[in-house]
């Protein structure tokens, strides 16, 4: 795996037409990934798009529900041929249990690979001032992260998402094998925007990461074709 392979894309764009025109501007990615606002606006089929170009896909529609309708998403999501499935740790262990044995029956059955359902554990948009004062959680921010995450791998989970401040910890923690993945992630020369808990891409990677999911700095750029090997540079 080259350094590259772990830069996750978002294709946080509002048409499948913009999303294909991102995922031809930028060959050199390898793994990308489908949020709420291109799957709720353009449906599916961008899914079949990734495939058939041979692209690691990370479904991200976090999702967060009771454990039957969340175990329902999950399976139908396993059918789609992904790589990384997202749902909120604070479904509860029932939920996440739920949703990760569904995943792997549905995926089993059609007889795909089993993705990988990871927990969201705070997002990285959430300050310890508003997880304490709007949120009323009564625990430090890292380590309430660091609770959800062993919540998410006490209940079969293969992984969670954090953001970069708090990696080291979930990977001392949780150990070698569990897959963690930040957002939140900022090289020196882009800007923070709405993400409060941030690192550059390599600090992100030297402290316990194994994908970082980096949007802006390069979607946003002037050239993002220089930014994502800007960013592959600082890496290496
Ligand atoms: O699940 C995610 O990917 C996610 C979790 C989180 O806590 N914070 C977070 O920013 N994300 C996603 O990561 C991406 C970050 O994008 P940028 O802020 O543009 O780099 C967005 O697509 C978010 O939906």
Not at 116 to 129: E, G, M, N, Q
Request: charged share 20%; aromatic share 6%; glycine share 6%.
């Amino acid at each position: 795996m080259s350094v590259s392979d772990c830069i996750i894309v978002p294709l946080d764009v509002p048409s499948e037409l913009e999303a294909i025109a991102l995922i031809e501007k930028l060959p050199q990615v390898t793994f990308w990934k489908v949020g709420l606002e291109l799957f709720v606006s353009s449906g599916p089929s961008i899914l079949k798009i990734l495939n058939d170009r041979q692209k690691r896909i990370f479904l991200d529609l976090k999702f967060h529900d009771i454990p039957n309708t969340i175990a329902g998403a999950c399976a139908a999501a396993a059918r789609y041929g992904v790589d990384l499935i997202t749902i909120h740790a604070t479904c509860g262990k029932e939920g996440l249990q739920h949703a990760q044995s569904a995943m792997q029956t549905s995926a089993e059955q059609a007889g795909l690979p089993v993705p990988k359902l990871i927990a969201i554990t705070l997002l990285t948009s959430i300050s310890s001032r508003s997880l304490a004062f709007e949120l009323k959680i009564p625990l430090e921010l890292p380590e309430y992260a660091l609770h959800m995450a062993l919540l998410a791998q006490a209940s079969g989970l293969s992984g969670a998402v954090c953001s970069p401040q708090e990696v080291a910890q979930l990977r001392q923690s949780c150990g070698d094998d569990f897959t963690l993945v930040c957002p939140g992630v900022r090289p020196t020369w882009a800007e923070v925007g709405d993400q409060k808990r941030v690192m550059t891409p390599a600090a992100a990677l030297k402290a316990g990461a194994n994908y970082l999911v980096v949007g802006r700095p390069i979607t946003a750029a002037d050239d993002p074709v220089r930014a994502f090997d800007r960013i592959c540079e600082e890496l290496s």
